[in-house]
């Protein structure tokens, strides 16, 4: 009995080691890329305060800071279908509720609030771009002119996150649509 529970345990440690094994190789591929896009994004140099589109498509917006201050847990959902047919639009941060969410560029932050997003923040920023924040439990000050780290807000789930705080983020370049946003948020982190 003894020697089947050991050889049993031995299997399932092989089985976990293999998935670490994994885990790391995927973690290598994934930074890999990011450094390649890092030295792309600034061998190219120049455009909108160190944003721009590379080569391969990809936007990289080298002028952000992370919007989150402290631990969160994302990865590129770009694309995903959401309820009513929709596409997702942003990256989706998930933090504890409460997490200080900061300006990831300096410009001016106008608050809102509405169904999907709930409690809300956009900073027109003076790079030109817009960023957009969601499902925030709750600002941090009133709409006003905003630097680079400081805090705007913190994370909830406010709006269609009910049950999962975190924060959907956004960014539309020059104004515009949105773009994916993870590379960037990736070398911001």
């Given at each position: 009995?003894?020697?089947v ?61 992370c919007p ?71 600002w ?14 913190y ?35």
């Amino acid at each position: 009995s003894a020697k089947v529970q050991a050889e049993s345990d031995l299997k399932r440690l092989q089985e976990i080691e293999a998935e670490r094994l994994e885990n790391e190789r995927v973690k290598a591929i994934l930074e890999a890329q990011r450094q390649a896009a890092l030295a792309e994004a600034a061998a190219r140099g120049g455009g909108n305060g160190g944003a721009s589109f590379l080569d391969n498509g990809v936007y990289m917006d080298r002028s952000i800071v992370c919007p989150i201050r402290g631990s969160a847990a994302f990865g590129d959902t770009w694309g995903a279908p959401r309820s009513g047919g929709r596409r997702h639009e942003g990256v989706d941060m998930l933090a504890s509720t409460g997490t200080p969410l900061v300006a990831v560029a300096s410009g001016r932050l106008r608050q809102s609030v509405f169904s999907l997003g709930g409690i809300s923040s956009h900073i027109y920023a003076n790079n030109g771009n817009t960023y957009f924040y969601a499902h925030l439990s709750s600002w941090e000050g009133p709409s006003r002119t905003v630097q680079q780290g400081e805090v705007i807000g913190y994370v909830g789930d406010t709006g269609n996150a009910s049950g999962t705080p975190h924060l959907h983020f956004e960014i539309r370049p020059n104004g515009g649509r949105a773009i994916n946003p993870y590379p960037a948020v990736r070398a911001a982190c």
